[in-house]
């Protein structure tokens, strides 16, 4: 069984950083890719940022790509997901996903590769 718990969204201004945290917590232990996405009203569940069991590898969505930082500390169990230079258009649930995979490497990148979601934080940025 697995938990995931996301922190840190909000309302923010264009421009503005903000950091989302997801907290993973698992019985028994094991090895999980990670990955963020993000649903606006109306609007399908978009792939963010993902990051292999590792950390070695990521991966981000065009979108995002170079605004936006994923990372994460094994020993605690968690990811993050740095956001910079928000727009309008970020402000969505932002969710954490993880998926268990013995392929320390790979990075997953859509919606179907993943098994267990949190229930998502809300980021408004107000334009």
């Known amino acids: 069984q697995v938990m995931l718990v996301e922190s840190g969204g909000g309302l923010v201004q264009a421009g503005d950083s903000l950091r989302l945290s997801c907290t993973r917590s698992e019985v028994p232990k094991g090895t999980y890719a990670m990955g963020w996405f993000r649903q606006a009203p109306g609007q399908e569940r978009e792939f963010v940022a993902g990051?292999?069991?590792?950390?070695?590898?990521?991966t981000y969505a065009d979108s995002v790509k170079d605004r936006f930082a994923v990372s994460r500390d094994n020993a605690k169990g968690t990811v993050s997901l740095e956001m910079n230079s928000l727009r309008g258009e970020d402000t969505a649930v932002y969710y954490c996903?993880?998926?268990?995979?013995?392929?320390?490497?790979?990075?997953?990148?859509?919606?179907?590769?993943?098994?267990?979601w949190g229930r998502g934080t809300q980021v408004t940025v107000s334009s």
């Open positions: 990051i292999s069991v590792s950390g070695s590898e990521t």
């Open positions: 996903a993880a998926r268990s995979t013995s392929m320390i490497r790979t990075v997953f990148d859509t919606p179907a590769a993943y098994s267990n």
